[in-house]
């Protein structure tokens, strides 16, 4: 399936003040094979949210304006094309979704052990709320919820998961991974200026906010670092254990959790 042709007033390089933006997204299909339904009804869903999603501001828009319409138009659950190589390459850039940004989830183990952030901020540890009792009130003050924020990037494979950044909710802490005595390691980072985060490069130094949410259902996701592949946040079946970054092969460490948003 293949764009043959676009409305004459587009191919010009500029569109008039009183054309309608379903005016100049009118584009000739030529099918050169038979798609299947699914083919159709993503051009379908893609061309109607390009068409009520912006309204023209001026006569033109910039080339990083354009990018952004159709990013942001086609973006769903994630914008990612299948590429043959499993890796990404240092050009790779995140770009925040503006549709997709402090998305509030409840959080827990496969435990069911919810989260609670220490007293200094520091550290999550995993908790089962169950067993508390009524004097542990302030523990229950301190469960979190996490605030997920998705990116859209290209040269990712599809199976890789959803980019993500994982802040706190109702708070300025991110969850980052960094390299810490030789190993990557879990902690808390506080970032006063979100719109650091808006675009973030592949193997760079904001790299260590991004994680690759993966998983059906609500109690089998997985956050794996975007920075030290194969390394995931996990927790001990313990009470009260900390947060912590792990490999799939370590044992005793609990790597799916339940998101529920």
Same mark, same amino acid.
């Given at each position: 399936?293949?764009?043959?042709?676009?409305?004459?007033?587009?191919? !010009?390089?500029?569109?008039?003040?009183?054309?309608?933006?379903?005016?100049?997204?009118?584009?000739?299909? /030529?099918?050169?094979? #038979?798609? !299947?339904?699914? %083919?159709?009804?993503?051009?379908?869903?893609?061309?109607?949210?390009?068409?009520?999603?912006?309204?023209?501001?001026?006569?033109?828009?910039?080339?990083?304006?354009?990018? $952004?319409?159709?990013?942001?138009?086609?973006?769903?659950?994630?914008?990612?094309?299948?590429?043959?190589?499993? #890796?990404?390459?240092?050009?790779?850039?995140?770009?925040?979704?503006?549709?997709?940004?402090?998305?509030?989830?409840?959080?827990?183990?496969? /435990?069911?052990?919810?989260?609670?952030? *220490?007293?200094?901020?520091?550290?999550?540890?995993?908790?089962?709320?169950?067993?508390?009792?009524?004097?542990?009130?302030?523990?229950?003050?301190?469960?979190?919820?996490?605030?997920?924020?998705?990116?859209?990037? =290209?040269?990712?494979?599809?199976?890789?998961? %959803?980019?993500?950044?994982? !802040?706190?909710? $109702?708070?300025?802490?991110?969850? *980052?991974?960094?390299?810490?005595?030789?190993?990557?390691?879990?902690?808390?980072?506080?970032?006063? $200026?979100?719109?650091?985060?808006?675009?973030?490069?592949?193997?760079?130094?904001?790299?260590?906010?991004?994680?690759?949410?993966?998983? *059906?259902?609500?109690? *089998?996701? #997985?956050?794996?670092?975007?920075? =030290?592949?194969?390394?995931?946040?996990?927790?001990?079946?313990?009470?009260?254990?900390?947060? /912590?970054?792990?490999?799939? %092969?370590?044992?005793?460490?609990?790597?799916? =959790?339940?998101?529920?948003?």
């Amino acid at each position: 399936m293949e764009f043959v042709a676009c409305p004459d007033v587009v191919k !010009g390089g500029a569109i008039g003040e009183d054309l309608r933006l379903e005016d100049a997204l009118e584009v000739e299909v /030529e099918v050169s094979q #038979t798609p !299947g339904m699914r %083919q159709v009804a993503n051009l379908i869903i893609a061309l109607n949210r390009m068409k009520h999603s912006q309204t023209l501001r001026s006569s033109e828009f910039s080339d990083h304006e354009l990018m $952004n319409i159709l990013m942001e138009s086609v973006f769903e659950e994630r914008v990612m094309l299948d590429v043959q190589d499993s #890796t990404f390459n240092s050009g790779s850039t995140f770009r925040l979704s503006k549709r997709h940004v402090d998305m509030v989830h409840s959080v827990c183990n496969s /435990e069911q052990r919810k989260l609670l952030l *220490s007293p200094d901020n520091s550290k999550l540890h995993a908790v089962a709320l169950q067993f508390m009792t009524l004097k542990d009130k302030e523990l229950n003050q301190r469960t979190v919820k996490l605030s997920l924020s998705a990116y859209m990037a =290209f040269n990712i494979p599809a199976n890789q998961g %959803q980019p993500v950044a994982l !802040g706190i909710a $109702n708070t300025n802490l991110y969850m *980052s991974c960094a390299i810490n005595s030789g190993t990557p390691k879990l902690q808390l980072e506080e970032v006063n $200026n979100k719109d650091k985060l808006e675009i973030i490069n592949a193997h760079g130094e904001k790299e260590r906010f991004l994680f690759f949410k993966s998983g *059906s259902g609500f109690s *089998s996701t #997985t956050f794996e670092s975007a920075k =030290f592949k194969g390394w995931y946040i996990s927790t001990e079946p313990n009470c009260d254990a900390p947060v /912590e970054m792990c490999t799939k %092969q370590t044992a005793n460490r609990l790597t799916t =959790f339940m998101v529920k948003q």
